[in-house]
């Protein structure tokens, strides 16, 4: 089956077959990951190795800290505000679903001010922001850099005019070189390109780390994280071993700029379908397409459906888009083949010339 969910998502299978070869024994220490004690010194390596393999894929600064945090991207929508909002202000953009719902979860904390929005068109496109207006006060400037459920991307950062960049990567995370030290805080939700769920990857600059947060409570406080190596309390193990062999696959094939090849390259195979199409067509202005996920609709409801079940029954799962607004989509992360891709749009091109035949 290949995969097409938003997340979990597909995981690389050279990594599957690994993790499966260690499941019972890791390396001799006779228990699996899941069993053994985050406090023992085989644990410990798996974070260590984890975290710099991050760091080598990224190139991530040494004034920057790597935390690997329980509670998913949502959780990051409030710990935000709460550790980062000093005068109590932040600039948010709106470019769809989740970065909609980061404001919500801002305002209960602070005075959050939208600066830019693509609400106008249904979030098909990521606004100029190239001369927004930021408070001098601001905290810091707010995106959701990769939009899950509409597929639009942002090409260009915002002028932040000398302000802290906060970024959501959760669905376009190590999809492409970054860098790091554009931003002051990056996070990511990890099912989605590097592993199984409940977990998220905060890479945060030290000077944003407070400690005078006395009254928050200390487990949503960045630094108890960062003080306790991201072992404060029982972390979750497997996802950062699980993570931690998606980092060295990445490694092993070469890297980022390798990574960002194949994803243009898979993309480009689904685009120029949609271009080409009678029946199917993409969502997004061409302009801010995203690589990772393709919103898609043939125009009427009722087809959709149609197309989810033929689809599902030819072993092409999870192409039914997001409840909130319908249609179709294709997530085409990381691990998801070219020859998957390849594959379904052989199917879809076949479903649209025999269709009502």
């Known amino acids: ?118 609400k106008d068109k249904n979030y098909t496109y990521v606004p100029d922001c190239s001369d927004l207006e930021i408070p001098e006060d601001t905290d810091y400037v707010y995106i959701c850099e990769n939009e899950t459920i509409h597929g639009v991307t942002w090409n260009k950062l915002p002028n932040t005019k000398g302000h802290v960049l906060v970024s959501d990567q959760s669905s376009m995370f190590l999809s492409k070189p970054c860098n790091v030290s554009d931003y002051g805080m990056i996070y990511a939700g990890v099912q989605k390109n590097v592993g199984p769920a409940g977990m998220v990857v905060c890479i945060i600059r030290e000077d944003l780390i407070r400690d005078d947060l006395t009254d928050l409570p200390i487990y949503l406080q960045y630094s108890t994280h960062a003080g306790a190596g991201s072992m404060y309390n029982t972390p979750n193990c497997w996802a950062i071993y699980c993570c931690g062999k998606v980092f060295k696959y990445l490694k092993s094939i070469g890297g980022l700029e390798e990574m960002h090849k194949r994803n243009l390259d898979k993309a480009k195979v689904f685009y120029d379908f949609l271009d080409s199409s009678k029946m199917f067509k993409g969502t997004v202005e061409p302009e801010f397409r995203s690589l990772m996920n393709i919103p898609f609709v043939t125009g009427s409801a009722d087809l959709d459906k149609e197309v989810v079940t033929a689809t599902k029954a030819a072993g092409y799962d999870n192409l039914k888009g997001h409840k909130s607004v319908g249609g179709l989509r294709a997530s085409i992360y990381n691990a998801m083949p070219k020859e998957g891709v390849e594959a379904l749009v052989k199917f879809l091109k076949n479903f649209e010339a025999n269709y009502g035949k």
Request: hydrophobic letters at 40%; proline letters at 5%.
């Open 1 to 118: 089956t290949f995969n097409f969910s938003a997340g979990p998502a597909m995981m690389p299978e050279p990594v599957l077959e690994e993790i499966r070869d260690e499941m019972m024994n890791y390396r001799g220490s006779g228990m699996c990951v899941m069993e053994m004690s985050h406090r023992s010194p085989v644990f410990q390596q798996i974070i260590d190795e984890a975290e710099q393999d991050l760091r080598d894929l990224m190139g991530i600064p040494d004034n920057y800290k790597v935390l690997f945090i329980q509670g998913g991207a949502t959780l990051q929508f409030s710990m935000i505000p709460m550790n980062l909002m000093k005068n109590g202000k932040a600039v948010y953009i709106e470019t769809g679903a989740w970065s909609k719902k980061a404001i919500k979860e801002a305002q209960k904390v602070g005075e959050v001010i939208v600066a830019a929005s693509s």
